[in-house]
């Protein structure tokens, strides 16, 4: 059986279900500007709904006033229409092939049995988290700020399975494919690649967990590619391919989509288009308000505690600055412990707002190589936003 | 694939079982989530191996207002994705929206004709469009 014939077969049975139980939503017209639909898939919880087919759930912000975020709630981006709904797991292999002198074919098995488990917190945010909140818009997946999220990894380090399969001399480029198919030949399977050099550095790993438990299916079950510090295009779900080549890959997700402007931070003017544009690479800084809550009333005199998280690409966190006056006036925030240079870092500042009216929140990350956020900022894919976030509240 | 194997994956894909994830130490942990998902179409073969990992994905109703190029739209775009990759975006210009049939088209491959891509385009200006700076206008297919 091959995994065309598993899908098809696979789509056949979702077709038969899908006439025995549909979950109907409001009427999908008309809606750009109403508020976010909710959906529940499979093994998630409630998130908020961008697409179904394929599926595209942003996680609900109050998901991140923790740590790690839960399975259940991290946010889902898939590409193709044709993704996998059934692993046999007695039959699922790994298989690392090219320019090696030992290809091999591993189960999840093998990966968990035969190597040495690493686990990393780190996060993992699609390269068009925030696009929704880029002027002039672009077309896109329309993106809060809620697609992002911070998880243990446990697994196997590309590197250790690189050393075993024995890479020839002279490999450039090592490209990653998951079980995800194109609805038509014409359109490309999604693949990704690193530089060799990058797949082999101990850190870029295959994960079989996700905070202790096994993926869930819309999430990559039964691996994922971890990329600490680089963008989600390159986690790749439900990895079955690796292929090590003695040249650089080149396919339409590499040459054509997930390209910045060469300048600094990815920006670009509408009127001005970059002529010079890069693979979109690692994370630059930013942080994101998670309290108050916008639907929160505030009370003068009342404390109230402001709360948030910042990354960035793992230089790591050394400062982040709340503003309660719109940015006239700047505070530090207190910063939790580090869990790692790849997680995310959660901050918090005590306020007691003194009067009634409105107040223009603002918060400012930077990051240990002194780089910060963004005033302003604009491409034409919606890529890479870190704009300093105002969030307006009432207090009354 | 045989008979069999293809009836195991249907009863697979159509039985709500809750279960673990392969691994004894996550069944706690799976089953505090088991409320979330107990309406959930996610399987786990419910044999003690657990080898088996089966989701049926939920479906939902595409509504499509009435209007010129509908049918073109339905035909042509839904096949490969949902609806609601032109209902979540913002208003854009006939511009933009062009742009993106033209993307589908040259890019992707998908199977319609220039004078289809024009109706198309009509049809997402009419759901989802606003006023245009100017250029491209109504009738023009690319630069």
Redesign the interface.
Known sequence: ?NRR??LG??G???A???T??????N??????SSPANL???????EMI???????QLETPIHYFRQDLTPN?AFFVRWHL?G?P??????TFRLNISGHVRQPLQLSVDDLRSQFEPISIIAVNQCSGNSR?FFEP?V?G??WKHGAVGNAKWTGVSVKSILDRAQVKAGAVDVSFNGLDVP?????ADFVKALSIDHARDGEVMIAYAMN???LP??NG??LRLVVPGWYGTYWVKALSDITVLPQAFSN?WTD?AYRIPAGPNGTESPKDLAKDTIPINRFNVRSIFVRPDPEETLHPGTPTQIEGIAFDSGYGIRRVEVSTDGGGTWADARLDPELGKYSWRRWRTPWTPTNRGQYRLMARATNAAGDTQSKEQWNRSGFMWNVIQQVDVRVG | MTPKIKSVVLLLGLAALLAGCGHSSNINKESERGNANEKMESTMDSKPDNLVHTIVLPHYEPVFPPGPGRDEFVTACVVCHSPRYITMQPRFSRTTWLSEVKKMKDVYGAHISDEQALKITDYLVSINGKPDSGQAPKGTYGE
């Open positions: 059986m014939e598993f077969i696979i056949a049975a979702s038969t279900a899908l025995a139980s549909c979950n109907r939503i009427p999908l017209v008309g809606t750009p959906v529940r898939f499979p093994e998630k919880t709904f961008l697409t179904d087919r394929p599926p259940e229409e993704i709904t059934s692993v046999d797991l007695r929704s818009r077309p997946g329309q609805p038509l030949p014409s359109v202790d438990q096994t299916m819309v079950f039964p339409f054509k």
